[in-house]
């Protein structure tokens, strides 16, 4: 089962009237369960549904589930260039790299909705959005050529500070200083759907 072109279309003029509800209150972007909720109305309103309820009890990997049973996983994001760069799951209770890569493996949803900011274009005034949807299908973390990186300087010059993988889509990285937090930077034409919203 997969979101169709006008689904994801549909979904656009309800995120944006709830962005614009979400700035008459909030001056900073909208992130976190305040991104959930308003993606569950969004949802329900484009008739493709949600079960997300204000509880804070979400399952790793996913936040939703629409009325066909798709999962998704909302995240913000970072725009840098023509790349969407998004985190992951704190992976410091799997002890080796296979261990984290079968646990976000298997704990993925089927579409990530990102709504991602370009930090710049905040500072400077400009509240606009990147409504971002990835079909999680793209990722194969599991099977990918993970290699070390190396501390370069410091205390930690010589040691091991995590892993990286390169493919043709996407690029992650597992950060040891960041409890094993995974990164995965998406290019914006891998995207299924990547839409500016300018909110004021």
């Not at 089962?1 to 006008?6: G, H, N, V």
């Not at 656009?12 to 305040?34: D, M, Q, T």
């Not at 909720?37 to 493709?48: G, H, R």
Request: glycine residues 8%.
């Amino acid at each position: 089962m997969k979101l169709s072109p006008f689904d994801m279309q549909t979904l656009i003029p309800a995120v944006k009237e709830n962005l614009v509800w979400h700035h008459s209150l909030y001056r900073g972007a909208c992130k976190g369960e305040f991104w959930e909720d308003l993606c569950s109305k969004a949802l329900i309103k484009a008739k493709i549904g949600s079960d997300w309820k204000p509880d804070y009890n979400h399952k790793v990997g996913k936040d939703q589930t629409t009325s066909l049973g798709l999962q998704i996983s909302n995240k913000s994001g970072t725009i840098k260039g023509d790349k969407v760069e998004i985190s992951g799951s704190r992976l410091t209770k799997h002890k080796t790299l296979r261990e984290k890569l079968l646990f976000i493996t298997q704990k993925s949803s089927d579409y990530i909705f990102s709504l991602a900011t370009d930090k710049a274009e905040w500072a400077r005034g400009h509240r606009r959005y990147y409504f971002c949807v990835i079909d999680s299908a793209i990722f194969n973390f599991y099977d990918e050529l993970w290699l070390g990186s190396y501390g370069e300087k410091g205390a930690h010059k010589g040691d091991l500070v995590g892993w990286f993988c390169e493919t043709a889509k996407y690029s992650a990285k597992i950060s040891r200083a960041m409890s094993d937090q995974l990164w995965t930077t998406v290019k914006l034409d891998a995207c299924e759907m990547v839409h500016e919203i300018t909110v004021g």
